[in-house]
């Protein structure tokens, strides 16, 4: 496994022979650089200070970079400063010093990322959720590795359209349980109040009227697999409170008997509702939303992934025509770029596939491929300089950055950017920038570590 460390300040340069050592015979394969690192990596500091706040900034330059922060001693993490590391980019915190095993602990982290970004790349995973944005990265990292080295309950909030069940199918496909069983999907805004005892827990021969035969519920059929309640916030109060036991104990009783059956299953929910402000208001129950959140996790709406955009709609296009490989047009990009997408993903992928359906012959798509009631006004079109980016610039300034240092990361944004879209070409993407490509190629020598 190949890792970057960085050390800073005397007390890390001191370390560092021996910690190149340890780690080297632990496997990790290191590169030692001072330049903006890219991938996993380590960074060994004395104290949290402005030169080590830098480093783990210049970090967040490159998406797929992941800092494990590691303190030489104790005091180096004193007066919270570990929360200043996470604040700042730093996905954990460590400290070498007082440490049981430090060198099992470092392994043990880049192991577990190294994975994680592994299956990002997989196709399994990339079939269903797609996008590298700086809002979406972290949260798809935290998905991968809750659904495969977990087997906790995930509570999936979020915008009609943002992903819920796609993310759900992904856990199930990700679980590493042995003989996992299926996947069961309940759609809770379709449970009729007086046959929801047999919809959940399935019913004896007789039961009641109608009760020809014996019926498996919901949580017979997940047994061995996971259950996937979709707008669990539609329950009502009062099937949440007969919900309560299985949940937390995974025992019930069918509708009619007297017997405790027993299930095992992965409990995934989902719902568009703010469930904390459902409970305050009386209208979800505490005691049943505290069960089902043992990880929670919040889709992004599309408006705060734009950079993913273009990429869901290539995703999308491929899909609908597997046949033949479709371009969009810079005006087609930017139309969609500019578009606002209240259904969020759901939207999108209805737009794709209406302008796939007008679109004729293997040439890319064009503006007359665009449904006419989704043409957009000349006024409509707006600047590139949107509220967005005045409020990226405005959290800048509030955490004291300058001038130049507003424009050096907007700059080398661009080019990671741009880079990324054009499958790292430089030619392209220098052309797209209006720089040489020599200069487009000293910018990213000065970025690489060495």
């Known amino acids: 496994m190949r890792a970057w460390i960085r050390f800073v300040g005397s007390g890390a340069g001191l370390l560092r022979p021996r910690m190149l050592e340890a780690l ?7 590169v030692c650089g001072d330049a903006a690192p890219s991938g996993l990596g380590v960074l060994v500091f004395d104290e949290v200070d402005a030169l080590t706040l830098d480093a783990v900034r210049a970090s967040r330059l490159s998406l797929s970079t992941r800092v494990l922060a590691v303190a030489t001693t104790a005091q180096g993490l004193a007066g919270g400063a570990c929360w200043r590391l996470l604040q700042e980019g730093a996905s954990d915190v460590l400290s070498w010093e007082g440490s049981h095993d430090a060198v099992a602990e470092i392994s043990a982290r880049l192991e577990r990322w190294h994975e994680v970004e592994r299956l990002i790349k997989s196709p399994e995973v990339q079939r269903r959720l797609v996008g590298r944005s700086p809002a979406w990265l972290p949260v798809l990292r935290q998905l991968v590795e809750v659904a495969t080295f977990t087997d906790a309950s995930v509570l999936l909030l979020g915008e009609s359209g943002t992903g819920k069940e796609e993310v759900a199918r992904l856990i ?5 349980r042995p003989d996992k069983g299926e996947l069961v999907t309940l759609d809770c805004t379709t449970v009729v109040p007086e046959l929801s005892g047999s919809e959940f827990f399935g019913h004896e021969r007789g039961a009641f009227t109608g009760a020809a035969n014996l019926r498996d519920g919901a949580f017979a059929l997940a047994h061995g697999g996971t259950l996937f309640l979709d707008e669990v916030g539609e329950l009502p109060l009062a099937l949440q409170a007969q ?35 459902e409970v305050t208001q009386g209208a979800f129950r505490r005691d049943f939303f505290h069960r089902i959140q043992s990880w929670v996790c919040r889709l992004p709406p ?34 969609l770029l500019k578009r606002d997408y209240p259904g969020n993903i759901r939207e999108l992928r209805q737009l794709i596939g209406r302008i796939c359906k007008r679109h004729v012959g293997s040439g890319p ?28 610039i405005q959290r800048a300034l509030m955490l004291g950055m300058g001038l130049k240092e507003i424009g050096r990361s907007a700059s080398d944004t661009a080019v990671r950017l741009v880079l990324e879209e054009e499958q790292g070409n430089v030619q392209r993407a220098a052309r797209r920038l ?6 487009l190629q000293l910018r990213r020598a000065q970025r690489e570590p060495s």
């Open 24 to 30: 080297g015979a632990a496997g990790i394969d290191l």
């Open 434 to 439: 209006g720089v040489t490509d020599r200069a």
């Open 172 to 176: 199930h496909e990700l679980d590493r």
């Open 302 to 335: 599309l408006r705060e992934r734009p950079e993913d955009i273009l990429p869901l709609a290539q995703h999308f296009l491929r899909a609908m025509r597997p046949d033949v490989e479709l371009e969009l047009d810079p005006h087609v990009r930017e139309f």
């Open 365 to 392: 798509i064009t503006v007359g491929d665009i449904p006419p009631d989704e043409l957009p006004s000349v006024e409509g079109l707006g600047a590139w300089c949107d509220a967005s980016f005045a409020q990226a």
């Open 243 to 277: 919900l309560l036991r299985v949940v937390q104990e995974r025992l019930y009783k069918r509708v009619g008997s007297n017997t405790w059956q027993h299930t095992d299953f992965r409990l995934v929910c989902a719902t568009n509702r703010d469930l904390s402000e």
